[in-house]
């Protein structure tokens, strides 16, 4: 009885190794990514909390921006600048951030695009060429 025990024990803590480190890996483990700002800033809205309740003073600007990877793999993420006065980003500027497959853990900050990796860059001006038609 007791081996079946410790068995088990030892399952559970390595399944739940398993979990935790996939939760790690998918949240704050990232990749430089690159994405060009849309050329429309968005509305100017009041900031909410966790419980979508409006926060005095607080406004914020909510974009969808479509980040390209090192390896010309893209994926659209969410980001929202929050301040008493939210200043936008520079339309059509690019940016370069931190990604992980869930959030954004390093802020967007407005590169020159010769920083852009090759493979990057193409995709990005593949995928403007291709909504632009």
């Given at each position: 009885m007791k081996k079946i025990g410790a068995?088990?024990?030892?399952?559970?803590l390595i399944v739940g190794g398993y979990i935790s480190y996939r939760f790690y890996a998918d949240?704050?483990?990232g990749e430089k990514a690159y994405a060009q700002v849309p050329l429309e800033i968005p509305?100017?809205?009041q900031a909410l909390n966790n419980q979508k309740q409006p926060v005095s003073g607080l406004y914020s600007l909510k974009y969808a921006l479509t980040f390209v990877k090192?390896?010309?793999?893209?994926?659209?993420?969410?980001?929202?600048?929050?301040?008493?006065n939210p200043q936008p980003l520079e339309?059509?500027?690019?940016?370069?951030a931190t990604i992980s497959k869930k959030r954004i853990?390093?802020?967007p900050v407005?590169?020159?695009?010769k920083e852009i990796p090759e493979k990057a860059f193409a995709q990005l001006n593949n995928r403007k060429t291709?909504?632009?038609?």
């Open positions: 068995i088990l024990l030892i399952g559970v949240t704050y483990k509305e100017r809205k090192s390896n010309g793999k893209t994926q659209v993420m969410d980001y929202e600048r929050t301040d008493k339309p059509n500027a690019y940016i370069e853990i390093q802020s407005k590169i020159d695009k291709t909504s632009d038609n």
